[in-house]
């Protein structure tokens, strides 16, 4: 024992350390509170740095503290974002027979015909943006809030934990199949750390409870199959991974050159029969009416943490005398139009025959669609962090670190964005972007040294 605490003391004072960060993170702060947030933040990003040097090759050590990172939060109420409630209430309607996506919360409270659990709590809970709209979240995501409910017992709390507790198997998942697909790309699969322990995924994922880890999971494991060969199995695991989130659906052209034309058809027909199979539960003649509307909202009416858009929109309302709201509906279907062509030149002009080069353009695709977008919040981040432990760029990786400066957004009453702090942010994503686009490769600079 002694001689272990000898060989290991700093990282295990290190992980102790963050365990203490992770528990004011989870308990004591508000998200109003920027300075603590940030300084949290930073702290626990270097210490995790320190430990993964230290033990990069303790795959017990690593995985132990992970978990115990992840616990730490097993009772608290995310605190940086509330969506959770609506989690909540869909999966309530859903225990009680009733198709979230039919109904706004507005509209259930209003008519008065359905009464279920802390329902006044819930509404309450979300922002009244959320109130007003009918639910975005796909059928799998929808499934789970309803599982977490019934495990929930009727509990704000019970069903917190449940849906944590997905979330934590579906990060414990990841890892493991990204540890595989690693050895099988020929890498350390000890870079599976730097997601598994990075402070972005368990505060957004474990803490905030987003689903963004259970999409990840689901299509790392596709992947893995699509890379041993057994790309018929992959395609119900990667049909599921859409029906948690859209994402993966933009990225499925890019597999045409890995697979060939005829393969690619059979794929694509199958992961798209698999995710028909998964909505037609929920369907009704109202449906797709309702889930284009608010998907749609993303596009041409919500703004949060923007970099290209925000510099057209200084632009065109100072020189052009542009309507902000007609601005970023005129921007959105014309990004919306963008992103597709930039993922076709990458399916068609990129040479994606190998796994390798197939997810380095799904990180690219990504990437564009985050650098363009008018809406990216720091855990929309994860999922372009999970592709990078595959590829040699490790830009998504300083992007876990600075998108921290978003947050100072929620620590004014009005919700105003600083801009000068998202400048910075975007700098210098974009600028060491370039940098391993067009100077040195990645895998030349030591800290990334494989």
């Not at 702290?43 to 795959?59: C, G, M, S, V």
């Not at 990841?174 to 505060?203: D, E, T």
Request: proline letters at 3%; charged letters at 15%.
């Amino acid at each position: 024992m002694q001689a272990y605490w000898r060989l290991h003391r700093y990282p295990i004072l290190f992980a102790v350390a963050c365990i203490l960060f992770y528990w004011s993170f989870a308990y004591q702060l508000v998200r109003t509170d920027f300075v603590k947030l940030f300084m949290l933040f930073g702290a626990l990003f270097y210490l995790t740095y320190k430990i993964i040097q230290f033990e990069k090759w303790n795959f017990k050590f690593l995985l132990i503290i992970g978990i115990l990172f992840r616990l730490v939060f097993l009772m608290a109420e995310p605190n940086l974002s509330q969506d959770f409630y609506r989690f909540l209430w869909d999966g309530e309607l859903i225990k009680n027979g009733i198709n979230p996506y039919l109904y706004t919360p507005d509209q259930i409270m209003e008519q008065g015909h359905v009464t279920f659990a802390n329902m006044k709590e819930l509404r309450e809970g979300m922002t009244d943006l959320n109130a007003r709209h009918y639910s975005n979240y796909p059928p799998v995501n929808q499934v789970l809030f309803a599982l977490a409910s019934v495990l929930g017992g009727g509990s704000i709390l019970g069903s917190t934990i449940a849906m944590r507790s997905i979330i934590i198997l579906a990060d414990l998942g990841a890892l493991y199949f990204g540890r595989k697909l690693l050895q099988l790309l020929n890498k350390a699969n000890n870079l599976a750390f730097w997601y598994f322990l990075n402070p972005l995924v368990i505060i957004e994922l474990t803490g905030n409870l987003h689903f963004e880890g259970v999409m990840l999971f689901f299509f790392v494991w596709a992947l893995y199959l699509i890379s041993i060969n057994k790309w018929l199995w992959a395609t119900p695991v990667y049909a599921i991974s859409i029906m948690v989130k859209l994402m993966p659906l933009l990225l499925l052209s890019i597999f045409i050159k890995y697979f060939g034309f005829k393969k690619s058809i059979a794929f694509y027909t199958l992961v798209l029969l698999g995710c028909t199979a998964l909505l037609f539960p929920f369907y009704s003649s109202v449906f797709i009416d309702n889930y284009s509307e608010t998907v749609g909202l993303w596009f041409s009416n919500f703004e949060f943490n923007a970099s290209i858009y925000n510099v057209v929109k200084k632009i065109g309302v100072t020189y052009f005398e542009a309507k902000p709201w007609e601005l970023i509906d005129a921007y959105g279907s014309f990004i919306q139009k963008v992103v597709v062509v930039i993922v076709l030149l990458l399916a068609f002009l990129r040479k994606n025959q190998k796994m390798e080069s197939l997810i380095t353009s799904m990180l690219f695709a990504l990437a564009c669609y985050y650098f363009l977008s008018t809406t990216v919040h720091p855990w929309y981040v994860v999922f372009l962090l999970g592709f990078s432990i595959f590829t040699d760029y490790r830009f998504p990786l300083l992007w876990s670190f600075t998108i921290i400066l978003s947050y100072y957004t929620y620590s004014n009453p009005n919700y105003t964005e600083n801009l000068g702090l998202l400048a910075i942010e975007y700098l210098l994503v974009i600028g060491f972007f370039i940098y391993e686009m067009i100077g040195s490769r990645p895998k030349k600079l030591y800290f990334f040294k494989k």
